[in-house]
Antibody
Framework: QVQLVESGGGLIKPGGSLRLSCTAS????????MNWIRQTPGKGLEWISY????????NYADSVRGRFTISRDNAKNSLYLQMNSLRAEDTAVYYC?????????WGQGTLVTVSA | DVVMTQSPLFLPVTLGQPASISCRSS???????????LNWFQQRPGQSPRRLIY???NRDSAVPDRFSGSGSGTDFTLKISRVEAEDVGVYYC?????????FGQGTKVEIK
């Protein structure tokens, strides 16, 4: 069955960088758009980025545009989120999910805490 | 951004009784291909969101048939015909028509 496993979260100081990973199994990863969604107690669920199967199409929410970069490695069945210039308001549980628009499958999430 | 407004935000229900959650969008959710990308999710305590309904009224496999979705345009509803104890959690609507795709605030369902 479809499995998505996120990793890479942790405690990071404001202004720092972090790279999240999502490893996929149980489906043909290279056929699907992949997504990052985050959840905070204050703002709820926020869809922050997606990437097409060939990486030719990406998009970002305004809240992360210019600071976060989504990428993928189809040979490794892996999705990434490079997060730079982190702020306190980026504190959240980060989920990978697929497919775009429909979000049928979600990972278990990885917690990112941005705090001095 | 499209604003998704759910009501109520808190829904105490009696076991075996029906429950209904409303979701309204600030714009029509009909996409250029004619599909309406309105989905419903359930999040149980300590778990990731789980999709229940996609494109307004299509129930996911393994989702009990007591869950149903309806609506069109900007006005949508999730109904539970007879609430069971396992239905406790937070329910979210989500639109996948207009980027950025957005979620409602969530409706917390509890047993009275």
């Amino acid at each position: 069955q479809v499995q998505l496993v996120e990793s890479g979260g942790g405690l990071i100081k404001p202004g720092g960088s972090l790279r999240l990973s999502c490893t996929a199994s149980g489906f043909t990863f290279s056929d699907y758009y992949m997504n990052w969604i985050r959840q905070t107690p204050g703002k709820g669920l926020e869809w922050i980025s997606y990437i097409s199967p060939t990486s030719s199409d990406t998009n970002y929410a305004d809240s992360v545009r210019g600071r976060f970069t989504i990428s993928r490695d189809n040979a490794k069945n892996s999705l990434y989120l490079q997060m730079n210039s982190l702020r306190a308001e980026d504190t959240a549980v980060y989920y990978c999910a697929t497919p775009s628009r429909l979000a049928e499958h979600w990972g278990q999430g990885t917690l990112v805490t941005v705090s001095a | 951004d499209v604003v998704m407004t759910q009501s109520p935000l808190f829904l105490p229900v009696t076991l075996g009784q029906p429950a209904s959650i409303s979701c309204r969008s600030s714009q029509s959710l009909v996409y250029s291909n004619g599909d309406t990308y309105l989905n419903w999710f359930q999040q149980r305590p300590g778990q990731s969101p789980r999709r229940l309904i996609y494109k307004v009224s299509n129930r996911d496999s393994a989702v009990p048939d007591r869950f149903s979705g309806s609506g069109s345009g900007t006005d949508f509803t999730l109904k539970i015909s007879r609430v069971e104890a396992e239905d406790v959690g937070v329910y979210y609507c989500m639109q996948g028509t207009h980027w950025p795709w957005t979620f409602g605030q969530g409706t917390k369902v509890e047993i009275k």
